[in-house]
């Protein structure tokens, strides 16, 4: 990605960040306990103080943009967008497993849930689909399992099959 | 010298130097396991020294505390994920080197820098006690927000090639800091109606989807990306050259980490990111710092090594636990009949050396265990790059659960992930962002609590020495990196400049 366009997206959505910020600190509720400060003291000050840095990268971007020109800061953004966007979409597959991993382990439980988990990034990096894999799936799931689980003692999620048993 | 006679005597002893051991091979376990602070490593030993006698009960805590900082640095280094708080700092240059094929020699450095620092805070605790116990009593709230400031003020030097948008990352992490119960008023603020974040965000979990997952999500999303020189499984400690080059950095960790170990609260983290930003200052390659500069890996090792031996320093002589392994510790000391403070040198004396005995052993032990341990965690991140991604995928989730044993804060983490993606994409750095999250709320609540005190007049801060001076100190580097940056800046004006490459 071209650094004014990096630098625009990144400017715009720290403004966008910062409005959001300030218009939910702005409705802290005051206390009768509050001190000076009070509890929407500071999320205001670095509202503020956000705002007005993604103001100043928006400008100097603009600024800059200006100074190279429009000619040639159109072609090289547009050839370098495509990329950008594949990057994403990968970075996003890798993102989904793990949201749905987040959705299916309160139902299956942790040791069937971390075992897809494994398979399922282990295949979407790569790793040629093979009884191999699931294995490897099998095998790492278990040693965390056995760590997690057995070892340390934690109450990894048991999941509603669990409670048919 | 009778302190070390004593200590000398119950060196002798099979069930301390046993109970030492099996501490330190626990706790660099537990610390290499991201989500299993040094705490919980203790927490889940605690019930067995039920059967112990005192001493070995106490030693068997302590030398959990000292395995684990150690242990918080080798995913650090290996998989760029700190297993602890403290460990954030060597990611920097650790990982850097393991993506460099020198993962066997930072690991090396790391433990050299992590035995020195554990003797070094050992001397600190036995020598120095009475005199650090009088500073860590004066450390008021001012002070700690000074100290919180000092902390935050090398953002400038963490920014990379833009220090806007270093400051940008830095309010980010302060966000993110106040969402959940107000320090003073005790009201929520950007909880949403979850109770999950009524006590706020934890640091560790930013930080572990900040590296760990945003290294992830960037090598599934940049062809190349974490691409790197097989290490060979084999520890290489530090040659005489290179020990030489590393003495200055170490000393800084030393005496970084004793400060702010013995102030309750201070904690490793932050004595490890002013550690590593100091060693820069003063070392004479500033410009290998983020591409994998062996000091990196030294100064922060060091000061989270020295932090654990002195954050004893207030519970031994107050009885103030400065941290949550501190209280575990207490709680060993409590479970035993013992009560920690200034009584406890007069009426347990045999405890307290035994203690100092144990965490020697427990210093040298990190040697055995860690020659033992690291081949294995060398062989496994070499392994091919779909399986190793997948396994460090399911450990992140494993252990991001095992802390609040809950699901709410793997959504965090996800959420962390994606947005350190995106600042990476962005060329926002990321350190600034963790920064802030730690330090956010030592400075909020301590800034509030001073007006507090002094009737909402910001004079306090100028009347409590301590704070003053942490906050000269805090302008003179914030001055210091802004110069220097200009500088970089005029000199290679087409470049990134000598920036923390942290993407």
């Known amino acids: 990605m071209p650094p004014l366009s990096r630098d625009l997206i990144g400017g715009a959505t720290a403004l966008l960040l910062a409005a959001a910020y300030l218009a939910l600190a702005v409705q802290i509720r005051s206390s009768a306990r509050d001190d000076a400060i009070g509890a929407a003291g500071l999320p205001k000050i670095l509202g503020v103080a956000m705002l007005a840095l993604a103001l100043v990268l928006l400008l100097r971007t603009g600024l800059a943009w200006l100074r190279a020109g429009r000619a040639l800061a159109a072609p090289a953004e547009g050839g370098q967008a495509v990329p950008a966007r594949r990057q994403i979409l990968r970075a996003s597959g890798l993102v989904a497993i793990g949201i749905l991993y987040l959705l299916i382990v309160p139902h299956v439980g942790y040791l069937p849930a971390i075992t897809l988990l494994i398979l399922a990034v282990a295949a979407y990096q790569g790793a040629t689909p093979s009884w191999r894999l699931a294995g490897i799936s099998i095998a790492g799931a278990l040693v965390l399992w056995l760590f997690f689980g057995l070892l340390l003692g934690i109450p990894m999620p048991g999941g509603a099959i669990a409670h048919w048993f | 010298m009778e302190t070390l006679a004593e200590v000398g005597a119950q060196l002798l002893s099979w069930q301390l130097l046993l109970a030492a051991f099996i501490g330190v091979a626990w706790g660099v376990v537990g610390g290499a396991l991201p989500g299993i602070s040094p705490s919980i490593s203790m927490a889940l030993l605690l019930p067995f020294t039920y059967a112990l006698e005192p001493t070995p009960a106490i030693v068997l805590l302590a030398a959990v505390y000292v395995g684990a900082e150690y242990g918080g640095s080798i995913p650090a280094i290996l998989i760029r994920t700190p297993g602890t708080n403290a460990a954030a700092a060597t990611v920097i240059d650790g990982y850097e080197m393991n993506l460099q094929g020198k993962a066997g020699l930072a690991l090396g450095i790391s433990l050299y820098s992590g035995v020195i620092g554990s003797l070094f805070g050992l001397l600190v605790l036995m020598l120095l006690s009475e005199p650090l116990a009088k500073v860590a009593l004066a450390f008021t709230p001012p002070a700690y927000f000074g100290l919180g400031v000092l902390g935050l003020s090398i953002v400038a030097s963490l920014s990379g090639e833009s220090l806007l948008k270093g400051f940008m990352a830095c309010l980010l992490g302060l966000m993110v800091a106040t969402i959940g119960t107000d320090p003073v008023t005790g009201g929520n603020r950007f909880t949403f109606g979850y109770p999950d974040l009524l006590g706020g965000v934890a640091p560790i979990l930013i930080m572990v989807g900040l590296f760990a997952l945003t290294e992830l999500f960037a090598q ?151 020659f033992v341990i690291l081949p294995t965690c060398i062989w496994l991140v070499n392994r091919p790059k779909p399986y190793l991604t997948a396994f460090i995928y399911a450990l992140v989730f494993s252990g991001v659960y095992s802390i609040n044993h809950s699901l709410f804060d793997l959504g965090v983490v ?47 801060f100028l009347t409590d020495p301590i704070a003053l001076g942490l906050l000269i100190f805090s302008a003179i580097v914030v001055l210091g990196s802004l110069a220097r940056h200009v500088y970089d800046r005029n000199r290679k004006p087409a470049g990134p400049a000598a920036a923390v490459k942290e993407g």
């Open chain 2, 414 to 460: 996800l959420i962390a992930g994606v947005v350190g993606l995106f600042m990476r994409l962005l060329r926002f750095p990321i350190l600034p962002t963790v920064l802030g999250v730690v330090l956010g709320f030592m400075i909020e609540s301590n800034y509030r609590r001073s007006l507090v005190l002094s009737g909402d007049s910001h004079m306090i």
């Open chain 2, 220 to 370: 599934a999303a940049i062809p190349g990306e974490g691409n790197r020189v097989r290490s060979s499984p084999r520890i290489r400690l530090p040659d005489w050259p290179l020990a030489r080059r590393l003495i200055p950095s170490q000393l800084i960790g030393c005496v970084l980490g004793s400060f702010e170990g013995v102030t309750p609260g201070g904690g490793g983290t932050v004595a490890a990111f002013i550690s590593y930003n100091e060693a820069r200052r003063w070392s004479r390659h500033k410009e290998e710092f983020g591409k994998g500069s062996p000091e990196g890996v030294a100064a922060p090792e060091t000061a989270n090594n020295v932090v654990a031996e002195t954050a004893l320093v207030p519970l031994l002589s107050f009885g103030v636990p400065g941290s949550n392994s501190a209280a575990v510790l207490m709680g060993g000391f409590l479970i035993h009949g013992l009560l920690p403070g200034p009584m406890l040198f007069q009426r347990s004396a045999d405890v307290v050396y035994g203690l100092y005995a144990g965490l020697f052993a427990a210093s040298l032990f990190q040697l055995a265990v860690a």
